[in-house]
């Protein structure tokens, strides 16, 4: 039994990935058929034909509690918890990478990992908070986990760790005066500082993970330094170039055992990104709505960032297998197409999860019993070091995956 743990703690760890755009695809040519090497792929999936074999094609999932046809952020708030939305304030449920960041996040310096590539948008639609269409990752019900969309901030979080001695002066100036101020704040108020105070424990957590020694045997990453030198400070002009990045600072973050669960959100839900580098006048909330020709454009432009990150991850040896073979990624969006359709939702898994996950396959649950998005998380989590009897509105697993 000893030799087996210590044979197993000696293998390369299973990272889980999710990634997300906003407002579906064209509701014309999102599809798959077939299966291995002979599976067609429909036109908005065409850059990831060369990935075939490496992916799980899923229909008829759902999140039950999002199938409101209200307003984008109404269908987008609980797209990682399946929780009940609150309407006229904001209140969710936490998503499931958080919860695996708290369980089983202390086994790496960050917990997790969550980046963007369009900032949050703040106020009111209708009485709905538009700050659930600008967040899948969400810490607690009434805080959504903060989303870096800077790149320099994010590669800091990684590797620039001499910060740490400051970070801990400021941590336990910050709990110290807690103390004091929790004992004046009325039962309603407590709760939202406890709230706060969570963070801020995290950060400690962080700190004190920072300098910890790896054990005798334990897996090591192929390299603890960077390969590139740290990104200039801000937001780089051209799109292409900036969504690049974030996605190379992911993959570091996942090279050097940075962290092994990560969120990736390329836009909002009812983004108003106008993607002028592939020719289109318009911003992205419109056209999914209309649903012109371009949009299978942009939609490739999208899937162009999954195949980019499993041709990098295919290029990572770790051992006898690859990090790509090692990380279970799920692409989602949260709605099938721009027309608020949430009855089924786009959903696709990418690489090998650790040998738990085989590609080529397209999986159809619509008429199925257990369609649930949870479920897909239970086994996400799974696979990532976490099992949960039950998550949200699912006490199974998908079946078949």
């Known amino acids: 039994a000893r030799a087996a743990a210590a044979s197993a703690a000696s293998l390369p760890p299973t990272r889980t990935l999710v990634t997300f755009t906003g407002m579906g695809f064209h509701s014309k040519h999102w599809w798959a058929k077939g299966e291995g090497a002979a599976m067609e792929l429909g036109p908005c999936l065409k850059p990831l034909e060369n990935w075939r074999e490496r992916m799980v094609f899923l229909r008829g999932l759902w999140n039950e509690q999002a199938n409101n046809g209200i307003i984008h952020c ?51 639609q209708d009485g709905h908070p538009l700050l659930y269409g600008s967040h899948i990752s ?18 800091d979080q990684l590797f620039r760790t001499e910060r740490n001695r400051d970070d801990r002066r400021v941590v336990d100036a910050v709990l110290e005066d807690a103390k004091s101020l929790q004992r004046k704040l009325s039962s309603a108020d407590r709760q939202r500082f406890e709230e706060y105070l969570g963070s801020v424990h ?12 790896r054990a005798a045997g334990e897996w090591k990453p192929t390299f603890t330094s960077p390969d590139r030198p740290r990104p200039a400070d801000g937001i780089p002009a051209d ?11 992911l993959i570091l973050a996942f090279r050097t055992d940075s962290t092994r669960i990560a969120t990736m959100k390329y836009c909002n839900d009812a983004s108003t990104i106008v993607h ?9 909330h419109y056209i999914a709505h209309s649903q012109p020709d371009e949009l299978i454009t942009l939609n490739q432009f999208f899937m162009s960032q999954l195949a980019y990150l499993c041709q990098r991850m295919s290029e990572i040896k770790e051992g006898d297998s690859t990090l790509l073979d090692n990380t279970a990624i799920m692409h989602c969006s949260s709605m099938l197409h721009g027309n608020h359709e949430s009855k089924q939702l786009p959903v696709i898994l990418l690489g090998g999860a650790g040998g738990n996950l085989r590609g080529g396959r397209v999986l159809d649950y619509l008429d199925k019993p257990n369609r649930r998005m949870c479920s897909l998380f239970l086994n996400l989590m799974d696979w ?3 099992k949960l009897d039950r998550f949200n509105d699912s006490t199974e697993r998908l079946p078949g995956v």
């Open 384 to 386: 990532g070091g976490l």
């Open 138 to 155: 969400w810490s607690s019900p009434v805080s959504p986990t903060w989303t870096e969309t800077r790149p320099a901030l994010a590669f």
């Open 74 to 124: 109404m269908q987008t708030g609980n797209m990682l918890s399946g929780a009940t939305m609150a309407k006229n304030e904001v209140h969710t449920g936490v998503s499931f990478d958080q919860v695996m960041a708290r369980q089983i996040g202390d086994r790496t310096r960050l917990p997790s990992l969550v980046l963007g590539c369009e900032e949050a948008v703040p106020g009111l």
């Open 239 to 249: 799109l292409p170039e900036y969504w690049k990045l974030m996605n190379d600072i």
């Open 276 to 284: 002028a580098h592939l020719g289109i006048r318009d911003h992205h």
């Open 202 to 213: 995290e950060i400690e957590g962080r700190i004190k993970r920072a300098g910890k020694e």
